[in-house]
């Protein structure tokens, strides 16, 4: 079965740090990009980070840029989201997503269940 499961999340004051993982199973990770996304109460998921396949590429939303680090460990079907100089607005659910695009033109796209990152004083 495919799964995703996200941990790491958890309740932090504003200026400190939270490192979220992502394990995967029941798929080929290293063949697929992966990327973090959050949403906010009331609000639709947005894009926070995304790794390629290999870990050579990485890009930000620039809410987080220079603040937060994605990685990945294909050894480990484990990706990463190292969050530092936490704010209260990133005060999210953070949730992990698998996309590849096959040659056929088929979309491949697995999501987690999502964790909660709180961030207040």
């Known amino acids: 079965q495919v799964q995703l499961v996200e941990s790491g999340g958890g309740l932090v004051q504003p200026g400190g740090s939270l490192r979220l993982s992502c394990a995967a199973s029941g798929f080929t990770f290293s063949s697929y990009a992966m990327s973090w996304y959050r949403q906010f109460p009331g609000k639709e998921r947005e894009l926070v980070a995304v790794?390629?396949?290999?870990?050579?590429?990485?890009m930000y939303a620039d809410s987080v840029k220079g603040r937060f680090t994605i990685s990945r460990d294909n050894a480990k079907n484990t990706v990463y989201l190292q969050m530092n100089s936490l704010k209260p607005e990133d005060t999210a659910v953070y949730y992990c997503?698998?996309?590849?695009?096959?040659?056929?033109?088929?979309?491949?796209?697995?999501w987690g269940q999502g964790t909660q990152v709180t961030v207040s004083s």
């Open positions: 790794i390629t396949s290999a870990g050579g590429s990485t």
């Open positions: 997503n698998a996309e590849l695009l096959g040659w056929d033109g088929t979309r491949y796209d697995y």
